[in-house]
C-alpha cells in the first residue's frame, strides 16, 4: 500500500478489516482506514474489482 494521508486528519492510513454491506448481504474486505476518525478509501482497483462483481451477482439474483 502507497503512503496515502487522510486529508481530515493528515493520519497515514492503516490496513482494517471492514464489513461492506449491499442489499441486505455483507462481506468484508481490508481497505486502508485512517486510525484517527475511521474514514475508508477505496481503491478503483476494489471499487471496479471486487466490489462490482459482488454487486453484479448480487442484483442479478
Known sequence: MK???C?????????KKTVFD????SFTH???CCPKCGKVFI?????MGRMAEVEEQLEDK
Open 7 to 15: 486529508a481530515r486528519c493528515n493520519e497515514y492510513l492503516v490496513l
Open 22 to 25: 449491499y442489499m441486505g448481504r
Open 30 to 32: 481490508e481497505v486502508p
Open 3 to 5: 503512503n496515502i494521508k
Open 43 to 47: 481503491p478503483p482497483e476494489l471499487a
